[in-house]
């Protein structure tokens, strides 16, 4: 069975400064990876996927991430933190690409963003 | 970009009563629908998938008496929580898969939160 790991429940970042929230999976095939942020009363939004190819995948907001199969990790970085980007993260995998099977979440990291 | 919704936001509802949560694709057909629930400070399990015309298929551990799904149309997916207790208090969010979109990509609504007294 297919899991994510997020080690971090909290992460405080000062704005401006750079940001790595850490994510490992476990899966047996090539995973499908996604990181999903959520803020409280918004539906969670898509950062970044990856699926094959380049394992830096960028994404939105100044997201970025890499994918290390040798690891099975998926972190998420961005070079300079805004406050805007204090919420909810997730990473999440998904057992089939096409989206007919639902994702498998982590527990989520929570990121603060000190001025 | 694809839109999903969720009605209604939040509920509260005796225990013993059902309380149904409707999610809809404002902008596109979805064919297929995924339920989650998320509790407090924790991930989103995925409860069931929900395809339109026919049954759910449900997730291993997930009272299909108790969460009865109905995706009658292809753009409305309906959850309803049978004679809830307060053990069902819980955050519930739909997704919707958007044909011909990026590979595995789902358009998350903005969450129901229930409360059972």
């Known amino acids: 069975a297919q899991s994510v790991t997020q080690p971090d429940i909290h992460i405080t970042v000062s704005e401006g400064a750079s940001l790595e929230l850490r994510c490992n999976y476990s899966?047996?095939?090539?995973?499908?990876l996604f990181w999903y942020v959520q803020s409280p009363g918004q539906g969670l939004q898509l950062l970044l996927k990856?699926?094959?190819?380049?394992?830096l995948v960028q994404g939105i907001k100044g997201f970025e991430a890499e994918f290390k199969r040798s690891q099975s990790s998926f972190n998420l970085r961005k070079p300079s933190v805004h406050w805007s980007d204090a919420a909810e993260y997730f990473c999440?995998?998904?057992?089939?690409?096409?989206?007919?099977?639902?994702?498998?979440f982590g527990k989520g990291t929570h990121l603060i963003i000190q001025p | 970009g694809a839109v999903v919704s969720q009605h209604p936001s939040w509920v509260i509802c005796k225990s013993g009563t059902s309380v149904k949560i409707e999610c809809r694709s404002l902008?596109?057909?979805?064919?297929?629908m995924f339920w989650y629930r998320q509790f407090p400070k924790q991930s989103l399990m995925l409860m069931a998938t929900?395809?339109?015309?026919?049954?759910?298929?449900?997730e291993q551990g997930v009272e299909k008496d108790k969460f009865l799904i109905n995706h009658a149309s292809l753009t409305l997916s309906t959850l309803t929580v049978t004679s809830a207790h307060p053990e069902d208090s819980s955050f519930y969010i739909c997704?919707?898969?958007?044909?011909?979109?990026?590979?595995?990509?789902?358009?998350f609504g903005p969450g129901t939160r229930l409360t059972v007294l």
């Open positions: 997704s919707a898969r958007v044909p011909l979109a990026g590979v595995g990509e789902q358009f």
């Open positions: 899966y047996g095939a090539t995973p499908y």
């Open positions: 990856y699926f094959s190819g380049d394992t």
């Open positions: 999440a995998v998904g057992a089939s690409g096409g989206g007919a099977d639902g994702l498998t």
């Open positions: 902008d596109f057909q979805a064919t297929t």
């Open positions: 929900s395809n339109e015309g026919s049954k759910a298929t449900y």
